[in-house]
Protein backbone atom coordinates (compact mmCIF):
# COMPACT_ATOMS: atom_id res chain seq x y z
CA UNK A 1 0.00 0.00 0.00
CA UNK A 2 2.75 2.16 0.12
CA UNK A 3 2.42 2.72 -3.14
CA UNK A 4 -0.25 5.20 -3.42
CA UNK A 5 0.95 8.69 -2.49
CA UNK A 6 -1.43 11.14 -0.31
CA UNK A 7 0.06 14.53 -0.04
CA UNK A 8 0.21 17.17 1.91
CA UNK A 9 -0.04 14.64 5.40
CA UNK A 10 -1.10 16.98 7.56
CA UNK A 11 -3.15 20.47 6.40
CA UNK A 12 -4.33 22.80 8.56
CA UNK A 13 -6.76 25.57 7.48
CA UNK A 14 -8.81 28.50 8.95
CA UNK A 15 -12.41 28.24 8.43
CA UNK A 16 -13.57 29.30 4.77
CA UNK A 17 -10.39 28.72 2.90
CA UNK A 18 -10.03 25.80 0.71
CA UNK A 19 -8.27 22.21 1.05
CA UNK A 20 -6.54 20.61 -1.11
CA UNK A 21 -5.56 16.98 -1.20
CA UNK A 22 -3.83 15.24 -3.55
CA UNK A 23 -3.76 11.20 -4.73
CA UNK A 24 -1.37 9.68 -6.81
CA UNK A 25 -2.48 5.83 -7.18
CA UNK A 26 -0.31 2.80 -7.30
CA UNK A 27 1.17 2.70 -10.90
CA UNK A 28 -1.07 0.49 -13.09
CA UNK A 29 -3.84 1.18 -11.12
CA UNK A 30 -6.60 4.00 -13.16
CA UNK A 31 -9.70 3.29 -10.63
CA UNK A 32 -9.13 5.99 -7.50
CA UNK A 33 -11.70 6.27 -4.37
CA UNK A 34 -11.47 8.79 -2.01
CA UNK A 35 -12.81 7.78 2.39
CA UNK A 36 -13.03 10.46 4.75
CA UNK A 37 -12.71 8.92 8.40
CA UNK A 38 -14.25 11.14 11.19
CA UNK A 39 -12.45 10.68 14.77
CA UNK A 40 -13.40 7.32 16.35
CA UNK A 41 -14.81 6.25 13.51
CA UNK A 42 -14.63 3.88 10.40
CA UNK A 43 -14.34 5.02 6.82
CA UNK A 44 -16.66 6.49 4.82
CA UNK A 45 -16.86 6.37 0.90
CA UNK A 46 -17.07 9.66 -0.80
CA UNK A 47 -16.25 9.27 -4.44
CA UNK A 48 -14.75 6.88 -7.04
CA UNK A 49 -13.27 7.83 -9.83
CA UNK A 50 -11.54 6.70 -13.34
CA UNK A 51 -9.81 8.87 -15.37
CA UNK A 52 -11.29 11.70 -16.46
CA UNK A 53 -15.11 10.50 -15.15
CA UNK A 54 -16.66 10.57 -11.63
CA UNK A 55 -18.03 6.97 -11.68
CA UNK A 56 -19.79 8.11 -8.14
CA UNK A 57 -20.24 9.98 -5.80
CA UNK A 58 -22.89 9.27 -3.52
CA UNK A 59 -20.55 9.66 -0.40
CA UNK A 60 -19.93 13.52 -1.39
CA UNK A 61 -22.02 15.91 0.15
CA UNK A 62 -23.62 17.77 -2.06
CA UNK A 63 -21.68 21.25 -1.66
CA UNK A 64 -18.30 22.92 -1.03
CA UNK A 65 -17.13 18.96 -2.33
CA UNK A 66 -15.33 18.52 -5.67
CA UNK A 67 -13.13 15.80 -6.92
CA UNK A 68 -11.20 14.98 -10.25
CA UNK A 69 -9.16 12.83 -12.08
CA UNK A 70 -7.34 14.52 -14.92
CA UNK A 71 -5.90 12.49 -17.96
CA UNK A 72 -2.22 13.70 -16.79
CA UNK A 73 -1.43 14.25 -12.81
CA UNK A 74 -3.13 13.09 -9.54
CA UNK A 75 -6.50 13.04 -8.61
CA UNK A 76 -7.73 16.20 -6.28
CA UNK A 77 -10.06 16.22 -3.48
CA UNK A 78 -11.30 19.89 -3.21
CA UNK A 79 -12.69 21.04 -0.35
CA UNK A 80 -14.30 25.06 -0.22
CA UNK A 81 -14.81 27.51 2.00
CA UNK A 82 -13.94 24.64 4.83
CA UNK A 83 -15.51 24.49 8.52
CA UNK A 84 -14.89 22.50 11.43
CA UNK A 85 -16.81 19.68 10.97
CA UNK A 86 -14.46 18.65 7.99
CA UNK A 87 -11.69 18.21 10.01
CA UNK A 88 -11.09 14.82 9.89
CA UNK A 89 -8.43 11.92 8.00
CA UNK A 90 -8.88 12.13 4.38
CA UNK A 91 -7.55 8.55 2.83
CA UNK A 92 -7.38 7.92 -0.95
CA UNK A 93 -7.04 4.14 -2.36
CA UNK A 94 -6.73 2.71 -5.93
CA UNK A 95 -7.33 -0.68 -7.28
CA UNK A 96 -6.61 -1.72 -11.00
CA UNK A 97 -9.73 -2.23 -11.56
CA UNK A 98 -13.20 -1.49 -10.42
CA UNK A 99 -16.47 -3.65 -10.49
CA UNK A 100 -16.45 -6.83 -9.32
CA UNK A 101 -15.28 -8.55 -6.19
CA UNK A 102 -12.08 -9.70 -6.13
CA UNK A 103 -10.08 -6.73 -7.03
CA UNK A 104 -8.15 -5.61 -4.10
CA UNK A 105 -8.08 -2.19 -3.08
CA UNK A 106 -5.04 -0.34 -1.56
CA UNK A 107 -4.64 2.44 0.75
CA UNK A 108 -2.42 5.86 0.67
CA UNK A 109 -1.14 6.95 4.47
CA UNK A 110 -4.03 9.89 4.68
CA UNK A 111 -4.34 13.76 4.42
CA UNK A 112 -5.44 15.14 7.84
CA UNK A 113 -7.31 18.07 7.59
CA UNK A 114 -7.22 20.45 10.58
CA UNK A 115 -9.64 23.56 10.17
CA UNK A 116 -9.22 25.77 12.83
CA UNK B 1 -29.31 -1.27 9.44
CA UNK B 2 -25.43 -1.57 8.90
CA UNK B 3 -24.22 -3.34 6.54
CA UNK B 4 -21.02 -4.02 8.33
CA UNK B 5 -21.56 -4.57 12.09
CA UNK B 6 -18.27 -5.05 14.62
CA UNK B 7 -19.68 -5.91 17.80
CA UNK B 8 -15.93 -5.96 19.71
CA UNK B 9 -15.45 -1.79 20.23
CA UNK B 10 -11.59 -2.90 22.43
CA UNK B 11 -10.33 -5.85 23.20
CA UNK B 12 -7.53 -6.87 25.37
CA UNK B 13 -5.43 -10.18 24.63
CA UNK B 14 -2.14 -11.56 25.92
CA UNK B 15 0.77 -11.87 24.06
CA UNK B 16 1.14 -14.67 22.14
CA UNK B 17 -2.59 -16.01 22.43
CA UNK B 18 -5.20 -16.32 19.40
CA UNK B 19 -7.08 -13.20 18.82
CA UNK B 20 -10.28 -13.76 16.66
CA UNK B 21 -11.98 -9.94 15.56
CA UNK B 22 -15.65 -10.65 14.89
CA UNK B 23 -17.59 -9.09 11.76
CA UNK B 24 -20.92 -9.48 10.45
CA UNK B 25 -22.13 -8.08 7.19
CA UNK B 26 -25.51 -7.52 5.35
CA UNK B 27 -25.60 -7.75 1.65
CA UNK B 28 -28.37 -9.05 -1.04
CA UNK B 29 -25.67 -9.48 -3.48
CA UNK B 30 -24.82 -12.87 -4.55
CA UNK B 31 -21.26 -11.40 -5.23
CA UNK B 32 -19.23 -9.55 -3.06
CA UNK B 33 -16.25 -9.26 -1.28
CA UNK B 34 -14.41 -9.02 2.07
CA UNK B 35 -11.63 -7.00 3.59
CA UNK B 36 -9.86 -6.97 7.06
CA UNK B 37 -7.66 -3.69 7.45
CA UNK B 38 -5.17 -2.60 10.10
CA UNK B 39 -5.15 1.20 11.13
CA UNK B 40 -2.25 1.46 13.75
CA UNK B 41 -1.78 4.79 15.91
CA UNK B 42 0.32 5.97 12.54
CA UNK B 43 -2.93 5.85 10.58
CA UNK B 44 -2.34 4.18 7.77
CA UNK B 45 -4.73 1.32 6.54
CA UNK B 46 -2.85 -1.58 5.93
CA UNK B 47 -4.63 -4.55 3.61
CA UNK B 48 -4.58 -7.31 5.56
CA UNK B 49 -7.03 -10.35 3.90
CA UNK B 50 -9.69 -10.71 1.11
CA UNK B 51 -12.27 -13.06 1.01
CA UNK B 52 -14.74 -13.79 -1.82
CA UNK B 53 -18.55 -14.82 -1.65
CA UNK B 54 -17.55 -17.70 -4.30
CA UNK B 55 -13.92 -18.41 -2.72
CA UNK B 56 -14.67 -22.21 -1.13
CA UNK B 57 -11.56 -22.07 1.06
CA UNK B 58 -11.37 -19.81 4.05
CA UNK B 59 -8.62 -16.96 2.67
CA UNK B 60 -4.77 -17.05 4.60
CA UNK B 61 -1.89 -14.85 4.73
CA UNK B 62 0.41 -15.27 7.13
CA UNK B 63 -1.02 -15.26 10.69
CA UNK B 64 -3.82 -13.82 9.55
CA UNK B 65 -7.10 -16.13 8.67
CA UNK B 66 -10.35 -15.54 7.80
CA UNK B 67 -13.06 -17.24 9.45
CA UNK B 68 -15.95 -16.84 6.73
CA UNK B 69 -19.02 -18.46 7.49
CA UNK B 70 -21.31 -17.41 4.19
CA UNK B 71 -25.03 -18.80 5.75
CA UNK B 72 -24.47 -16.58 8.98
CA UNK B 73 -22.55 -13.73 7.48
CA UNK B 74 -19.92 -14.15 9.10
CA UNK B 75 -16.46 -13.22 8.77
CA UNK B 76 -13.97 -13.24 11.47
CA UNK B 77 -10.94 -12.33 11.14
CA UNK B 78 -7.99 -14.76 13.14
CA UNK B 79 -4.18 -13.65 13.91
CA UNK B 80 -2.58 -16.77 15.52
CA UNK B 81 0.29 -15.94 17.82
CA UNK B 82 -0.43 -12.47 18.58
CA UNK B 83 2.66 -10.12 18.64
CA UNK B 84 2.77 -6.53 20.50
CA UNK B 85 2.73 -4.83 16.99
CA UNK B 86 -0.63 -6.08 16.10
CA UNK B 87 -2.03 -3.74 18.41
CA UNK B 88 -4.07 -1.20 15.82
CA UNK B 89 -7.68 -0.61 15.12
CA UNK B 90 -8.88 -3.01 12.93
CA UNK B 91 -11.63 -2.32 9.88
CA UNK B 92 -13.72 -4.94 8.27
CA UNK B 93 -15.20 -3.90 5.30
CA UNK B 94 -17.34 -5.01 2.26
CA UNK B 95 -17.31 -4.59 -1.42
CA UNK B 96 -20.63 -5.35 -2.91
CA UNK B 97 -20.83 -6.50 -6.82
CA UNK B 98 -23.86 -4.18 -7.11
CA UNK B 99 -23.81 -0.28 -7.13
CA UNK B 100 -21.35 1.63 -5.96
CA UNK B 101 -17.40 0.30 -5.54
CA UNK B 102 -16.14 2.05 -2.45
CA UNK B 103 -15.79 -0.16 0.35
CA UNK B 104 -18.73 -0.16 3.23
CA UNK B 105 -16.54 0.24 6.37
CA UNK B 106 -17.39 -1.26 9.82
CA UNK B 107 -16.59 1.07 12.98
CA UNK B 108 -13.78 -1.31 13.75
CA UNK B 109 -12.46 -3.12 16.86
CA UNK B 110 -9.04 -1.54 19.05
CA UNK B 111 -7.16 -4.35 19.61
CA UNK B 112 -4.20 -4.02 22.57
CA UNK B 113 -1.91 -6.85 22.68
CA UNK B 114 -0.82 -7.05 26.55
CA UNK B 115 2.99 -8.59 27.83
Known amino acids: NAGVMQNPRHLVRRRGQEARLRCSPM?????VYWYRQLPEEGLKFMVY????????ESGMPKERFSAEFPKEGPSILRIQQVVRGDSAAYFC??????????????FGEGSWLTVV | AQKITQTQPGMFVQEKEAVTLDCTYDTSDQSYGLFWYKQPSSGEMIFLIYQGSYDEQNATEGRYSLNFQKARKSANLVISASQLGDSAMYFC????????????FGKGTHLIIQP
Open chain 2, 93 to 104: AMREGSGADGLT
Open chain 1, 93 to 106: ASSPRGASSGNTIY
Open chain 1, 27 to 31: KGHSH
Open chain 1, 49 to 56: LQKENIID
